[in-house]
Each structure stands twice: as C-alpha cells, then as structure tokens.
C-alpha cells in the first residue's frame, strides 16, 4: 500500500470514528498485520498526523481527530457542485471535505480557502467551514442581466454560482436587460448580503448561438490572443530544414506515416514499423519537436505554461501555440522535412519491450491517413502501404490484450462530434467510438509514454539520484465509491462477495453486461467511481491502464506536460543536472503539475459546457417532440435522460412524474413510488419529450411520456 494512499485512509477513518481508536483498532481496520512493512508505514504515518496537528494522542495512547484546535484547517481550492462545496488540496494526506452553502462565507467556486474541519459521525462524510479566503479564483463572471423592478442583477451561466450578483446601475455600462455581459466581482464580505458586480463588456444578446459560444470563452477566461512578444519571437523562427541538424538521427528516407481524424489540422506523431531477422517488431513513434522551436523561459513557453493546454470547443480550438508552429513548423505534414523525437521499441512477438532507442531525430512523412482510410485497409487488407497497417494493427492488438491483462480498464466511451452551418449552429451530430484504426493509434502512444517513463527510472538508478519528473498518474479508486457502484449493479444481477475490487475485477463486470440494455450505464457509472487523472512529480501508477510507470510524451502541441517531458528527457541525456539545478526542477515541476492539472480541469469544463450549449440549441428545435431514451442519472429532484438520436441530456423533474410520489433511493440510483412501487431506475429506458430549453443555462426540461419495456 502506498504511504499516501495509507495516510489518506488512515485520516479518513479516525475522523469518522465516534470514539479514540487504538492502534489495534485502526490496524484492524485498515487490514494490516503487525509484522509487516505496512505496519511501519501505518505508525510512521500516524507519527506524520500528529506532527501536522490534524490527530492527536491521548493519555491513553489512543488517536483522535483534534477538534477543537485552530490548526485542525486544511488550505486547498473550493469545489462548487449543487450548492455545496468540496475541497482538493496538495495535501496528500487531507480528506475530502463537503461544506454546506451556510458554511460557504462568501466563497465561490475555485477559490483558494481554509477550512475548519469538524469531526463527524461514523459513515458521515468530513464536513467543514470556510474561515478565509486567501485568494479569488477570478473575479470575471459571465451571466445575462434581468431585472426584478427594483435593481439590475446578473445570473450567471455557470451552475457553479450558488448565488446572483447585484449590478448598480451606475455599473452597467450601456447593458441592458437580456444582455450577455461580462462582469467582475466588486466585493463580498458578507454572506448575508448579495454580491456586487460591474459590467466590464457586452457580449451581444443573450440566447443567439454565436454569442453563446463567444461567451464560454469569456465564462472560462480563454485567451484568444497570442501576447507581442510571442509574435515577435514567431517571426525570428526560421521553419526551413535544408540539412540535417547535427546530432540527429536521419529518418528522412524512412516509411514513416500519420494518423489522425480527418479534419485534423495538427499533427504531432507518427508511425514506422520494421519486422526484424528475429521476429520481432520494431515500432517507431515519432513525435513533434516542439522544445527545439520553444525554449525553455521564451514568451512562447511562459504563454503556452500559462494556458497549460489547448482547448477544443464545438465552434473553435484555443490553441496552447501559435498556429504557426501549432498547424505549420511543428506539424508532420506529409513530404516536408520535419524535427522529432522518436522512440525506438524492439518489442516481442508476446508484446514485451525487449529493448529501446530515445533519439532526436528528423523525419519527412510519406503520407497522410485518416482513421476511416486505415479502418478501411484493416477491414478489407488492401490499399497503399497495406503491409504496414496491417503489421501495425496486428501489432497494436497484441499491445492491447497484454494492457488488459496486466490490469488495463476496458472502458467504452463516447465523444461527440458536431457538424456546424456558416452561423455556428448545429445541423448534425455523429457518435464518436473507438475503431481498431484509433486503437492502433493509442497503443503505439501508450507504449511510447510508458516507455519514456520507465527510462526515468532507469536513469534514476544509474545516476544514483531522485531525477524530477512529471508523471500522469491515476490513483485507485475510493473504496467507499466502488462499494456503493458494487451495490447498485448486484441489484441488476451481478454479485461480488470482494470487499476490495482489482482492475481485473472491473474488466469481468464490463465483460458479463456485454451486449446487455445495461451495458452502457454500467460503463458510465464505473468510470465516474474512478478518481481523476492528474499530473505530479510523485509517481504512483497509471491505475485506469494498469501501468506502474506513465507520463505524456506524445502530444507536445495540444499539452504543455509533453513539453516538460521532451525538456526532461534531453537534460538528462546530457547527464546529471547540477545541484542547483535540481533544486529548481523539483520545485518547477511539482508546481507545474498542479497548474497544468488545473489548465486541464477548466479545459475539460469549457469543452462540456461547449458540448451542453449545442446540444440545446438543436434541442431548441425538437420543442415539443418525443424521444426514445436512457436514464443516465438519478437524484432526488429528478431523472437525467439522453435522448437517441440528438443525444442531448436533458433533465426530467420529479414533480412532473405526477402519478405518484416517489423516494430516492441514493444506493440503489433509482426513484420508487410510494404506492405503486413503479421503479425508475440508471439503464432504464423511457420514452420523454422536450418542453423547454434554456440556453442561456444550457438546460433542457423533459416531461414522462412512457416507460419502455
């Protein structure tokens, strides 16, 4: 067991405990012997507690939660999700804390706070009180004016914001009611009065498309220009490749491919395969050179660090660089000389890396491929460089089930993609799923990341130092989580007596609902037990893909961590960094991972809420229509379904089932009626219709036509 993992478990257990616990009970229930290494980690664990003043030890050498002591806080960002905040800290050891809006005081979502934790009853979950705010999230909101007859306010679009905000009339700038605006945050100090806010620009008319969407980008705080100095650094670039730059290695004359969606208008990987005299394969990935036309400290790399990523909304991408390196210098385009980094890989016919080459390099790719043109060769063996796909598709097959079976989730998820008219409203939407052309894809870049990190460690070993680096890891999943999904898909007839569930586990739970009605809720609902990838200079495992070792190499033009990565790997190539220069590292990196998880995070925000304002501007036009659909969420206000066919989400509200009441049962995802016992339960079909969209909310209100059978 991992000390943090440890730590975070042994804190969440002493706080929800009604009485001291002693050693022997919290061994006990953590399932730790006493003449074992975890055991030592368990004490010196609960050593590292005390000395933080979150537990305490009492005469009677049992350990408490220290609840009356103005040091039991913990400093993290605040969370906002139906009125209630959570905490995330970069505490290892902190747990997650609910707090409830009367506790909030002032707070709004993303805020940098302190909370006082309180202790909590057994099975409760830890609660707290924000004391401080040490540092607003933003202060920009975005939101349509309305007007109550007495004073001017603003809703906010997000659904963050528990509260609207007070705009004196002195502050609206030419704003009028029904406008979108964007607005920033006056003050609040006082939780029992409103907020106050001053329009700072108006977006357009709140409720027409091209506004809407112009809005996300403000909502999110996007920046849509690149600064002076990028520019100017830009014009200095010198794209031209007419020799071989010294060092690197000569891939020019090489079969090297990409493959990409078909509207892609970056590319930063591609693909070689060679068959060797032994059998085996070696796999070439190939990936942008962007560190070599970003240097470390430019403006270019303090703009891209800032953004952290590229976002990739339904109307426009918000590139992490300029186009002209993004779309032109960096990309592989085909029959131009472009720089790489590539990594070689001798790989067993069993799919094991035997061995491996990290080079620079210069490649000049043969060819351009969509996943339709590949999935196409696959299927029907035929077509241009046939042998290559098909040895890579073979190959990427074999790399697949050697994942699955060293603990790799076989997840199935769906991405939308949204064909748009000349004025950004939708007029189509197509499921996106995973194809053997986009798995081909993924298990080479797997490979590569996974390789790059284990090279790390290597290096680590060699140079007899604790090298920084910048990991992608995916911790396991909260027990509590796994044991409350366990419940709910026993009640659709799949038991497990395991109290603690492996990877493989969840692999034969996908595996059993397989071509089932409830195979897709069972898929969604297992992903959303999982815990959230992150980036951090501590490695703990890649839990979703089953590797012990991972990071992200492949993608340095959307993702700034590749970047960092690429950087990493040449210095250490050269050999150790000086002391000073680990010192820097160490501190550069950690911050850099939780800044870029951050970037990720809001990028992730900015593309969903992009996703919901779509789907309800197509939903606007089925007003009145019936759909056929799948409940993909429950709570106790009501039932969430997607509808086929425009596979928009909408919201159907328990007050609108108005043949019974009915009780929500949290553990078991469904609403029973009190008298008739009729059920409305995730997987469960239903035919609804459209009654109202709000598309300033991005909302969709459905009314219970049937139930299907």
Not at 166 to 186: H, Q
Request: aromatic fraction near 8%; charge should be neutral.
């Amino acid at each position: 067991m991992k000390r943090e993992k440890l730590t975070t478990q042994l804190l969440d257990l002493i706080l929800n405990s009604e009485v001291p616990l002693r050693l022997l009970d919290i061994s006990k229930s953590l399932g730790i012997k006493s003449d074992t290494e975890e055991y030592a980690i368990l004490q010196s664990s609960l050593e590292h507690l005390i000395g933080t003043g979150v537990i305490e030890k009492t005469a009677k050498r049992r350990y408490i939660f220290k609840q009356n002591d103005s040091d039991s806080t913990i400093t993290g960002t605040i969370r906002i999700e139906n009125d209630k905040g959570v905490i995330e800290t970069q505490l290892s050891f902190a747990p997650k804390v609910s707090i409830q809006t009367r506790n909030l005081n002032t707070a709004l979502h993303g805020d940098t706070v302190v909370v006082q934790l309180h202790a909590q009853k057994k099975g409760k979950k830890a609660r707290g009180e924000v004391t401080k705010i040490i540092e607003r999230n933003k202060t920009a909101i975005v939101g349509t004016i309305d007007y109550n007859g007495y004073y001017y306010f603003l809703i906010p679009d997000e659904a963050h914001y528990y509260v609207d905000f007070l705009i004196p009339e002195t502050k609206l700038k030419g704003a009028k009611l029904g406008d979108k605006v964007k607005t920033s945050l006056l003050h609040w100090d006082d939780p029992l009065q409103s907020p106050t806010a001053e329009v700072k620009e108006i977006i357009g008319k709140s409720g027409i498309p091209v506004v809407e969407f112009d809005s996300i980008i403000r909502e999110f705080e996007l920046p849509t220009e690149f600064p002076d100095g990028v520019m100017k650094e830009l014009a200095a670039v010198v794209p031209d490749i007419k020799r071989k730059p010294p060092g690197r290695m000569d891939l020019r004359n090489k079969l090297i491919i990409t493959i990409d969606p078909f509207d892609a208008k970056d590319f930063d990987d591609a693909l070689s395969l060679d068959m060797l005299p032994n059998g085996n394969y070696k796999l070439g990935v190939h990936i942008a050179d962007v560190s070599h036309y970003v240097p470390e400290n430019s403006e270019t790399d303090i703009e891209a660090r800032y953004r952290g990523n590229s976002v990739y909304l339904v109307d426009r991408v918000v590139p992490m660089l300029p186009e002209l390196l993004s779309n032109e210098i960096c990309s592989l385009n085909p029959n131009v000389p472009r720089l790489t980094f590539s990594v070689f890989m001798e790989i067993d016919m069993k799919g094991n890396v035997v061995d491996y080459e990290i080079a620079e390099s210069i490649i000049k790719s043969k060819r351009r491929y969509n996943y339709d043109e590949v999935l196409e060769i696959i299927e029907s063996k035929n077509g241009d460089n046939s042998q290559l796909i098909l040895q890579l598709h073979d190959l990427a097959e074999r790399l697949k089930y050697n994942r699955f079976r060293n603990g790799g989730i076989n997840f199935d998820t769906t991405e939308f993609k949204f064909v748009l008219d000349e004025n950004k409203q939708p007029i189509e939407v197509l499921l996106k799923r995973t194809t053997k052309a986009t798995s081909l894809v993924e298990e080479c870049m797997l490979l590569a990341n996974q390789t790059v990190t284990l090279h790390i460690k290597k290096l680590r070993k060699e140079y007899f130092m604790e090298l920084p680096f910048l990991y992608r890891v995916h911790e396991e999943p909260d027990p509590k989580r796994i044991s409350e999904v366990l419940e709910f898909i026993a009640s659709l007839g799949h038991k497990t007596k395991k109290k603690k569930i492996t990877s493989s586990d969840i692999n034969n739970i996908l595996e059993s609902f397989d071509g089932k009605p409830e195979e897709r809720v069972v898929n969604q609902v297992l992903i959303r037990s999982m815990a959230k990838a992150i980036y951090t200079d501590k490695n703990v495992g890649h839990y979703g893909l089953g590797f012990t070792d991972y990071s992200h190499f492949t993608s340095p033009i959307r993702r700034y961590p590749d970047l960092i990565v690429h950087r990493l790997l040449k210095e250490y190539a050269k050999g150790k960094p000086s002391p000073d220069r680990l010192v820097f590292l160490k501190m550069f990196v950690k911050d850099c991972g939780f800044h870029t998880s951050s970037t990720e995070r809001t990028a992730m925000e900015a593309e969903r809420a992009s996703i919901k304002l779509t789907h309800a501007v197509m939903s606007e036009k089925h007003i009145g229509s019936s759909f056929n659909g799948t409940i993909t969420g429950v709570t106790g206000f009501g039932l969430f379904v997607q509808m086929d066919d425009i596979w928009a989400e909408g919201l159907l509200h328990i007050r609108d089932i108005n043949d019974d009441y009915y009780v929500f049962e949290e553990a078991k995802y469904r609403l029973v009626g009190k008298r008739t016992k009729k059920i409305f339960g995730l997987g469960m079909r239903v035919r609804v219709k459209i009654i109202k969209v709000n598309i300033n909310k991005r909302n969709i209100d459905l009314a219970y036509v049937d139930s299907i059978e």
